[in-house]
């Protein structure tokens, strides 16, 4: 299989990552809740976990790190746990419905959305967003970089208007976490929702939400958290405030190997590869005239992120047919982002992304180009 749906999920994963499962797995018991040695292993490879996030993002500290199952789930503790009712939220054209969905459930319950509108190629200008802002204004929500065109937001930009503003900083790092450098002191990022699965090479049902001291978060949800078990009441410190039940710890200890492994490597070096092979796919697709391409043309201002259509051809048949016939993984449709599709000109058709990963090699770009020319030219 030649794999190019890392948008999705990164796949493969380092070594590391399947050995730290398995010895988890095998060795570890309840974190938190009790006091013996499998359970008291358990909480050291959580807290390591938190310190290697701390280290990518430039989080001071750890316990302001809450481990989530996604990024989906960040965001919901995001925008619930703070947006209410009169409150103002702008968020922009190129969100995936993991941001717009629960704006949208929000905006039910008298939240006041604006949604700013990106160009053709996703571009966001930042003068639209400090144009967005009212009194009313509580918080800016807003994705790193389309997980359909590949387009990175100018979020420190955004991050100086909304300190400027003294407004609430939400960054959705789904396509950028460990592909692209992220500081949240220097980016003025208030809170950082990030997935453990894609470009930080952990297991699925992996992610985490960074919360900025001083920003009061109320929890999605109330449970058993091992501290303050004399109280009914949700403990108010963090990180149990915002993480109840038995956490996923075969999982975070995979994330935790993940980010060793992108530490080791570089993030710098990750995205400079993956750059390159997005340059490659691009100047090679640009060849097949039936071809569209999506997203900016500034190679530089996208992760490998790669969004075509083929004519008059049905986007799931191409995807199809790689699969089936060239072992090919792709995907077709509307990934989850129909705003951001609405927005590219795609809402009716969909598009075939390719996500690039760190793993992808050139031969690869090279027999995937060479395989869309064929399908071009050929009924199957």
């Not at 790092?173 to 699965?197: C, M, R, S, W, Y």
């Not at 994330?255 to 590869?273: D, P």
């Not at 697709?285 to 201002?301: A, D, N, S, T, W």
């Not at 004519?311 to 089936?324: A, H």
Request: net charge negative; aromatic share 6%; glycine share 10%.
């Amino acid at each position: 299989m030649i794999y190019f749906d890392n948008a999705a999920t990164s796949w493969p994963k380092p070594d590391g990552v399947y050995r730290e499962v398995e010895k988890v797995l095998r060795n570890c018991g309840n974190p938190g809740r009790g006091g013996h040695k499998m359970a008291l292993e358990s909480g050291r490879v959580i807290f390591e976990a938190r310190q290697e996030i701390c280290s990518i993002f430039n989080i001071k500290d750890p316990m302001r790190v809450v481990f989530t199952s996604n990024t989906t789930e960040a965001l919901n503790i995001a925008l619930k746990g703070l947006l209410r009712e009169g409150d103002h939220v702008i968020t922009s054209s190129m969100e995936h419905n993991s941001m717009i969905r629960p704006l949208m459930a929000l905006k039910e319950k008298g939240i006041e959305v604006t949604i700013v509108k990106a160009n053709e190629e996703g571009k966001i200008d930042t003068e639209d967003i400090r144009k967005a802002i009212t009194t009313k204004t509580k918080m800016i929500a807003i994705t790193h970089a389309s997980n359909v065109t590949g387009t990175i937001m100018p979020i420190e930009e955004i991050g100086n208007i909304a300190r400027e503003m003294n407004l609430i900083f939400l960054v959705d790092a789904a396509q950028t976490a460990g592909i692209l450098p992220i500081d949240v002191e220097k980016q003025n990022i208030d809170l950082l929702a990030f997935p453990g699965h894609k470009g930080l090479y952990g297991p699925q049902g992996t992610g985490g939400l960074y919360v900025r001291e001083g920003i009061d978060v109320l929890p999605l949800e109330e449970g058993g958290t091992g501290s303050k078990s004399e109280s009914m009441y949700q403990p108010d410190l963090m990180p149990d405030k915002l993480e109840s039940g038995t956490p996923n710890t075969p999982g975070i200890a995979g994330l935790k190997e993940g980010v060793k492994f992108v530490k080791n490597i570089g993030v710098n070096a990750i995205y400079q590869h993956e750059r390159k092979l997005t340059k490659m796919l691009i100047e090679g697709l640009e060849q097949i005239k039936e071809v569209k391409i999506y997203g900016p043309h500034e190679i530089e201002e996208r992760v490998g992120v790669v969004s075509i259509t083929l004519k008059d051809r049905d986007v799931g048949e191409i995807s199809y047919i790689l699969d089936r016939d060239f072992d090919i993984a792709t995907r077709a449709g509307l990934h989850c982002a129909p705003l951001a599709h609405s927005t590219i000109g795609t809402l009716k058709t969909g598009t075939l992304r390719f996500g690039i990963g760190y793993f992808n090699t050139e031969e690869e770009v090279e027999k995937a180009i060479k395989v869309i020319e064929i399908i071009s030219r050929k009924t199957f």
